[in-house]
């Protein structure tokens, strides 16, 4: 292991040691891409939420949605394979929309396994909403009740200004490029230091760049029966989210949506406000158990 990749898991650990609970459990999970690294936390025989994160974070992110929901539910939040985190890709790569489905066939099949249902609540955020998304679309029966936070390419696409702003970082992610582009998005909200931390060392960390592609098309997306809860950031650069909302309620046949005052694309879920797992509470209360 790399002088770097110590850094990274001291970084990756502190966040866990500071911000999420006690009682948290690690695991990994091994599929056909790999070794995913899923962090739970939550009564064992509770109803399951699996929560996936965004591009260039951890699952760390999702700390203070993991205690909102660890008192009622196994909450299992995914390192996603081809990002800085503690999964491992394997010599299999993920590089195409069935093969990401696939590793998250394998990874709910963990999840599931011994917990006496058959389906999840899935939540996303940004990519990780994207892949969700898509998800519930692959295999609706394995998904009870959708969250997508602030979804990017999921109904529009990014906005033209957020793609500019993100060039630089994306072709060379160093700590600086990363850094600014967090400021401007977040219009330099006040962000916990230990997860910075954690953020500025994912700059040089050897992962592989996670799979992209096309939004769900509108046939599947007006076949899915779930519910879904679509939470949207105030302030996000990411994209119009009048125009989110709009085409989602055109598409999807059971959705709700909300605002999330104050808040932009890249401060969710990490500094999200207290409306957001709130709302996200009592979506899962009336949608996320066996009937």
């Not at 195409?96 to 011994?114: E, I, K, N, P, S």
Request: aromatic share 6%.
């Amino acid at each position: 292991m790399t002088t770097i990749d110590d850094a990274f898991l001291a970084a990756y650990d502190a966040v866990l040691a500071a911000r999420w609970p006690a009682s948290t459990e690690s695991a990994e999970i091994r599929t056909p891409y790999g070794t995913t690294h899923v962090n739970s936390v939550g009564p064992a025989d509770a109803p399951p939420v699996v929560l996936l994160h965004g591009g260039g974070t951890t699952s760390t992110v999702w700390s203070d949605t993991a205690r909102a929901l660890g008192t009622a539910y196994r909450v299992h939040a995914v390192d996603t394979v081809g990002e800085a985190g503690r999964s491992v890709a394997g010599e299999r790569a993920i590089r195409t929309l069935g093969d990401q489905m696939a590793w998250l066939d394998a990874v709910l099949d963990a999840v599931l396994d011994g917990s006496g249902t058959s389906a999840v609540s899935l939540c996303g955020n940004s990519y990780g909403a994207w892949s969700a998304l898509h998800y519930a679309a692959h295999a609706s029966g394995r998904v009870r009740a959708l969250v997508l936070v602030d979804p990017t390419n999921c109904f529009i696409g990014f906005s033209r200004r957020y793609l500019l702003r993100a060039l630089p970082m994306l072709l060379r992610p160093t700590v600086g490029r990363r850094r600014a582009f967090l400021e401007w998005e977040t219009r330099r909200a006040a962000l916990d230091e230990t997860w910075l931390r954690l953020y500025d060392r994912a700059a040089a960390f050897p992962a592989a760049r996670p799979l992209t592609g096309p939004r769900p098309g509108p046939e599947a997306l007006r076949a899915l029966r779930l519910p879904v809860l679509l939470l949207l950031a105030e302030h996000s650069r990411a994209h119009d989210i009048g125009r989110v909302a709009a085409s989602a309620a055109a598409l999807l046949p059971r959705v709700e949506t909300a605002v999330l005052p104050g808040a932009t694309h890249h401060t969710l879920p990490l500094a999200a406000p207290p409306e957001m797992d709130a709302r996200i509470e009592e979506f899962l209360a009336a949608h996320g158990r066996d009937d």
